[in-house]
């Protein structure tokens, strides 16, 4: 796992990454974020709470609600989870991107739970798992913060440093367990494939109160965010503080500017055959650039495929991709990207190409989800659909693949897959997958009902980029009444009537389909 | 999909104990035969092993001089075959004269015919009629002698033959209780043959499934010349027109008339002649409906029955309407070697290169079973291999199934079970192409081999390749480094 973390998890395929890791590897301890209930380990290291924490602490419960991956005008039943967050500036509260992402609803309250108010989403990095809440209406809620002080940020803690974690019972005790860092890595806690500096602390948890989303203190100060806790190792993973600092000193000002990306896919280059064909000198690292990201800023800065990576930001690289942090060691170079620069910031390359070396400086680009083919995640936005006499189509996103289930990588139907894995193969010609994601059995859709998961190539003869382009092409109907649909790979069109379909549409309004279209310009921003 | 199990009767099953006295069976019970099979199956994940000896009984029966018909699997990757009759403990040896995977039927001789020239013969007859009342005689698990049950023809239908997997043909379903063991014997209605008891399902009690007249005469007259030629198949997909949007955008009357052609397989029967977006009106002077169906003797059926009941080298009469214009066109019927890739292979040779440890092989369903590919390119380039014809560039898809370790391999990480693109540049067209890739006359300083979905290439030193793979063949008892031949 250590030898993957791909700065370019923005688009890079699963496959792709898949092909530079190990395959002795193992799965993240405790990757899996552990819910309120999960930690039922027995508690030994809980000291006496110092007056301090508890006064810079307020409980956060959201309700979350999910789109409905098959129905995408209703969403899915409500989820409440209760977590703590830390006050980090004048009425400022960190917590993860877990608990607030598809929020419908944020309630701060306060540790001893006297005062409540409804909360607001400030600014949030899903990539990075951490979010920052404010009032809803902070005149209103003027004092929900008396007696509440921020948090100082602190400084980064090495191997060995103690942390306190900071629970609070339902009965408003607060709850310190003091944990030790074993272990400074880079992983992936919340969405796949996005590595983060993250403290491995040994600690025994309550499972009395919630296991993430806690703050974690040291010296008095904030040292990180509990982003999971896994009860049968008893490790808890910590978003290290650097990460945390970072997002919070931008957030606080306002204009988060988020995460960048150099857009590279590396693989290791410890094979002493596969050295000798690149020519690397036996004294140096370097990693070997496998894929680049379309209109990355490695591609942009003149990154080429094949590449050698010799040094980031003058840290040398090693065979395997680490290089030497003076705090933490070892460590993985994608942190030099992820971790400790932010969007617009310049950083220079070496890289060994046919033998010779070349300096190259790249200014770090932030690639929203939102810009990808298969948007990896779709918190705080509404699903983009159509539904037309009877036909759903969606725009392919990864929450939906993985809606087919625990074993989705081999179940989902392999086209959709494709895009996912290869995008550069659809992107001349499409900015987002529309696709047939199902039929409703109606007047309309007689004889259709087999068809589901096809990729519309067009509509009446128009191409379409994405969900706008297939909303107009309908809009326009053709002389004989009938709209075609055409669909890539396979090698047919199909037909639906104008004037049964809007009867059909009508209908559908009326048995309780809220709408029969999204598409982007009518999404409620957040 | 319901799970189907062949009846043919394990070695290992244990053999109830208990024998009821069963009365003198009548003549002709005397020609229903027991098999007792000697198989060995090779393994496709060590594939230059001899593979897993076993053994197995099933049930057949005479048809005519030296003639015994069974079934296919009971016979598959048979090493020795022999054959008892009722009432007698002496074994005959019994060769393979016919075999036929792909409907699962097989013809037998024994080597001294001399005991059973007095024997009655079956004679067949048609398809029975539904809720008639049918025979089933064979030697299945529950002791050693013959068995005969009753049944009921419950159901007349088209389904998978699972000894394949691949094929679909007529089929017979009855409720009568047949068992492992029953594979291959007849099933009777007034003493003459309507079909072959052949699989059941896994799900259901009481439900047999008996292969029917038609699919064993077919077998019967393609081996007339001396050899089985395989099914043979139009190689098109089609989608219904019952949708009235669609007959109007193709301004077609609302008759329930034609079937949409959406795809034609490349160097298949229909290659060159129709097209997507053809509709298909008649074949062989049949109509065909919107649901791609034809009527014969008063039953619906898919319009695949005309071409069922033909043989390679026969023609088809297709009326069509492509482009607005009518087309009459008769069309000589091909069978499609490359359809093996999606049916389980029996009786072959897995293929194999070892070469630095590394083990190629080329892709069909038996690899596929035993290694379970999960990259999406491998699955991807299987799926398209017969549709998009892929088959046309590359004969085989060569994978890199295993990488036996080895100091020359040893930093090869996440390559397993990719599909190998180029060797030294040059795309690889079948196994025995990239043999010759990976051993060219002169010896290059690097072997670059490119696998789809790997983000490096896989790099190995020349002048180390003869070392390493004398190395491998003797630590892991390597007879063969290769086998390029079934």
Not at chain 1, 413 to 423: F, G, I
Request: glycine residues 8%.
């Amino acid at each position: 796992m250590r030898l993957l973390v791909p700065a370019l998890a923005a688009t890079l395929p699963l496959g792709a990454l898949l092909s530079c890791k190990p395959e002795a590897a193992a799965a993240p301890a405790g990757a899996a974020a552990t819910g309120a209930d999960a930690g039922a380990a027995a508690a030994v290291a809980v000291v006496e709470p110092a007056a301090d924490p508890i006064e810079s602490v307020v409980r956060v419960n959201t309700t979350r609600q999910a789109w409905n991956p098959s129905q995408p005008w209703e969403k899915l039943k409500p989820r409440n989870r209760r977590s703590l967050g830390a006050i980090v500036g004048p009425g400022q509260v960190l917590t993860t991107a877990e608990m607030v992402a598809d929020h419908t609803y944020i309630e701060l309250e306060s540790p001893d739970g006297k005062k409540l108010a409804p909360g607001r989403l400030l600014a949030v990095d899903y990539e990075a798992n951490l979010a920052l809440l404010g009032l809803e209406d902070p005149e209103a809620d003027a004092g929900f913060f008396d007696r509440l002080d921020p948090l100082e940020l602190g400084d980064p803690v090495g191997i060995g440093s103690e942390l306190e974690i900071i629970q609070v019972e339902d009965s408003g005790v607060p709850l310190v367990t003091t944990g030790t860092v074993q272990q400074v890595d880079i992983l992936a806690d919340f969405l796949p494939g996005e590595y983060f500096l993250t403290y491995e602390v040994k600690a025994s948890m309550q499972s009395a109160a919630s296991s993430f989303s806690l703050p974690a203190l040291h010296d008095g100060r904030l040292a990180g965010v509990v982003t999971s806790y896994d009860s049968d190792d008893q490790i808890c993973n910590v978003l290290a503080t650097e990460i945390v600092n970072r997002f919070v000193e931008e957030a606080v000002g306002g204009g988060y500017r988020g995460v960048a990306t150099l857009g590279i896919a590396v693989t290791p280059t410890d094979d002493q055959h596969f050295r000798r064909w690149l020519k690397i000198p036996d004294d140096a690292g370097g990693i070997y650039i496998s894929s680049l990201l379309k209109e990355g800023s490695a591609e942009k800065a003149g990154v080429r495929k094949g590449d050698v990576l010799l040094s980031v930001a003058g840290h040398d690289i090693d065979r395997l991709g680490y290089y030497e942090h003076e705090i933490y060691g070892r460590l993985y170079w994608s942190h030099l990207v992820r971790g400790s620069r932010t969007a617009g910031d310049e950083v220079a390359l070496v890289v060994l190409r046919d033998g010779e070396k070349h300096e190259i400086n790249a200014v770090l680009e932030r690639r929203e989800a939102s810009d990808q083919l298969v948007p990896k995640y779709t918190y705080g936005s509404a699903p983009n659909y159509l539904v037309k006499g009877g036909l759903v189509f969606q725009e392919l996103t990864r929450p939906l693949l993985r809606s087919f289930g625990d074993e989705w990588e081999s179940r989902a139907p392999l086209d959709l897959l494709d895009a996912l894995e290869n995008p550069e193969k659809y992107e001349d010609r499409a900015d987002r997958i529309v696709f047939l994601s199902g039929v409703i059995a109606t007047p309309a859709t007689i004889g259709y009902e087999p068809l589901r998961n096809l990729v519309v190539e067009e509509v009446n003869g128009r191409p379409i980029r994405d969900m706008a382009d297939l909303v107009d092409a309908f809009a326009t109907v053709p002389d004989d009444g009938l709209h075609s649909i055409r669909f890539a790979k396979e090698d047919f069109t199909v037909h639906l009537d104008e004037l049964v379909s809007t009867q059909v549409d009508t209908q559908l309004l009326q048995r309780g389909l809220t709408r029969l279209s999204r598409v982007p310009e009518e999404m409620g921003g957040e | 999909m319901p799970r189907i199990v062949l009846f043919l009767l394990a070695s290992l099953l244990p053999l109830a104990a208990q024998t009821a006295p069963i009365g003198a069976p009548s003549d002709v019970y005397r020609s229903v035969v027991r098999i007792e099979a000697a198989v060995q199956v090779p393994d496709y994940s060590t594939p230059w092993n001899s593979g897993r000896f076993g053994g197995g009984i099933g049930s057949g029966f005479l048809i005519g001089e030296n003639r015994f018909l069974t079934n296919a699997h009971v016979v598959s990757n048979a090493r020795r075959l022999l054959i008892t009759i009722h009432g007698s403990s002496k074994k005959y040896p019994a060769k393979v004269e016919f075999i036929a995977h792909d409907c699962d039927l097989a013809l037998l001789s024994v080597e001294d015919f001399s005991d059973f020239e007095d024997f009655p013969t079956f004679e067949f007859d048609g398809v029975p009629e539904l809720e008639s009342q049918v025979r089933v005689i064979g030697y299945p698990v529950g002791g050693e002698r013959l068995s005969v049950t009753r049944g009921v023809v419950s159901r007349i239908d088209y389904s998978t033959y699972s000894h394949s997997r691949a094929d679909q043909h007529l089929v017979v379903q009855i409720d009568a209780a047949i068992n492992p063991g029953n594979s291959g014997g007849p099933v009777l209605q007034d003493n003459k043959v309507i079909g072959v008891a052949f699989q059941g399902l896994r799900s259901a009690d009481d439900t047999g499934y008996i292969i029917p007249i038609p699919v064993v005469q077919r077998f019967l007259k393609d081996i007339e010349d001396g050899r089985y030629d395989h099914y043979a198949d139009l190689s098109i997909s089609t989608f219904p027109l019952y949708n009235p949007a669609m007959r109007e955008a193709l301004q077609l009357p609302d008759n329930d008339r034609g079937v949409l052609v959406t795809g034609v397989v490349p160097e298949g029967t229909c290659d060159g002649v129709l097209e997507p977006g053809d509709i298909l009106f008649g074949i062989d002077g049949n109509p065909v409906d919107s649901a791609g169906q034809i009527v014969i003797d008063g039953a619906r059926i898919d319009l695949n029955e005309i071409v069922e009941r033909k043989f390679k080298g026969d023609t088809v009469e297709l009326r069509y309407l492509s482009d607005g214009t009518w087309h009459d066109r008769e069309v000589t019927l091909k069978t499609l070697p490359q359809n093996q890739m999606y049916a389980i292979q029996y009786e072959k040779q897995p293929r194999y290169i070892v070469f630095a440890g590394l083990v190629f092989q080329p892709l069909d369903t038996n690899l596929f079973a035993t290694a379970k590919f999960e990259d999406i390119n491998v699955r991807r380039l299987y799926q398209d291999y017969l549709p998009e014809g892929l088959f046309t560039e590359r004969e085989d898809i060569v994978i890199l199934t295993r990488i036996e370790s080895d100091p020359i391999n040893s930093a090869l990480r996440g390559f397993r079970g990719l599909a190998v693109d180029k060797i030294n540049g040059t795309e690889v067209r079948s196994l025995a192409h990239a043999h010759e890739l990976l051993h060219p006359a002169e010896m290059p300083e690097f072997f670059v081999i490119e696998c789809f979905g790997a983000g490096r290439p896989l790099i190995l030193p020349g002048d180390e390749i003869a070392e390493a793979n004398e190395r491998v063949q003797r630590t892991y008892s390597i007879d063969q480094l290769s086998n390029l031949e079934e």
